[in-house]
């Protein structure tokens, strides 16, 4: 997979999310003071002022996106939506930051007044991923489509990224100890549920870059069994285990009373403990979606033909690998009570069993890129001449 140059012109709008977010901070204060003199509550009238002030940031945003690339956007719109979130994943950046004391005076407001949830260990960590994986994903997305060339491996990776962000942050917030400080901006991440789905729809309608295999090719690398083939059955031996260890993680979330869940979730993983309902929320995604796709890709790995799993394979790359970058770090950053944090003595397995359940599915991922044939349909007539000659 060619990796296209990263858009210059995304990447310089982008970056003037640094003074709008300093600004927009000091905007917050200002306008809090004014409508504590009006009498209204100072939260609710800075929060107003950041949310009419955010929106025309955005609306002046794609004005410029649209009269700097308008050839891009005619060509695929997505142009704009990349444009869009590359310029939030920067201030998400930024967020991280602040939250981690490298920086002060951006977010500080907004954080503390309209997402307070973003202040968790878990809010820091996607957003330190949106801020870098994503944004590089935005630009060089972008940076595709200006060259008119395919972005759909990428766009599958950050698709599946992108949801699992929101299936484990949204439910989180809700369920978890922050539930009752739910704000009305809140409801600004509904169009974060809307868009990945036209974009999802988008990248899946994008044709598929062509291979070098030939029919030949293709029924010799079907013919072999598992054993000739080490690396699949590698991959299909690590899918089990790992089928087995999402199943016991999500057992221990839903609180088995098997001595083997008390130790684990004690000893090994207490933050899955956590009332924040973040890591609860994951390993339960983790049971009804990674399970189910360990079982398919097994299948997909001994049977051949199955030309769905390089797509789906990509798609869960991206979802295991936000979601477990997420999970580790908030396991062990400060920003987690020390009593749920991961243990020293087990701060070595924890990172070897987690660090493993995140890298399989990237391996994966591109075992189905780098040597595709296996999961490609024979042409129709390729087998005739092979039977007649029996």
Request: aromatic residues 16%; contains cysteine.
């Amino acid at each position: 997979m060619d990796v296209p140059p990263l858009a210059g012109k995304i990447a310089a709008l982008s970056l003037g999310a640094l003074p709008v977010s300093y600004a927009l901070n000091h905007v917050s204060v200002l306008s809090q003071c004014v409508w504590e003199a009006v009498g209204w509550r100072a939260a609710l009238g800075g929060l107003l002022g950041v949310t009419l002030m955010s929106a025309l940031i955005l609306g002046l945003l794609f004005v410029a996106v649209y009269s700097l690339s308008r050839g891009e956007i005619y060509y695929d719109p997505l142009y704009a939506v990349f444009a869009a979130f590359a310029f939030t994943s920067v201030v998400d950046l930024l967020i991280a930051l602040q939250e981690d004391g490298y920086m002060v005076g951006f977010m500080e407001f907004y954080t503390k007044e309209g997402e307070p949830y973003l202040r968790t260990a878990h809010g820091v960590f996607i957003c330190y991923w949106d801020g870098i994986i994503h944004y590089l994903l935005y630009l060089a997305m972008a940076g595709a489509i200006r060259r008119r060339k395919s972005y759909r491996n990428l766009g599958l990776y950050w698709l599946g990224s992108f949801v699992m962000s929101l299936l484990v942050f949204l439910p989180g917030n809700i369920l978890g100890k922050y539930s009752s400080e739910i704000k009305p901006t809140f409801f600004l991440t509904l169009p974060y549920v809307l868009v990945p789905c036209w974009a999802g729809v988008r990248v899946f309608k994008e044709s598929r870059s062509p291979t070098s295999c030939t029919p030949n090719m293709v029924e010799e690398e079907q013919r072999k069994g598992l054993l000739q083939r080490p690396t699949d059955l590698a991959l299909i031996i690590y899918l089990i285990l790992a089928g087995l260890f999402t199943l016991f993680r999500g057992l221990v979330v839903l609180d088995c009373p098997t001595d083997a869940c008390f130790v684990y979730i004690y000893q090994y993983e207490p933050y899955l403990r956590d009332p924040v309902a973040y890591p609860k929320v994951q390993m339960l995604v983790y049971m009804f979606y990674a399970l189910p796709f360990y079982g398919l890709a097994a299948y997909a790995l001994i049977f051949p033909g199955c030309s769905w799993l390089p797509d789906w394979a990509m798609v869960f790359a991206g979802a295991i690998g936000q979601a477990q970058f997420s999970h580790m770090g908030a396991s062990m950053h400060l920003r987690t009570p020390f009593t749920y944090r991961v243990p020293e003595d087990a701060q070595a397995c924890f990172f070897l069993c987690n660090l493993l359940y995140a890298l399989g599915p990237q391996l994966l991922a591109y075992r189905c890129l780098r040597w595709p044939a296996f999961f490609l349909h024979l042409p129709s007539g390729s087998q005739a001449p092979h039977k007649k000659q029996h």
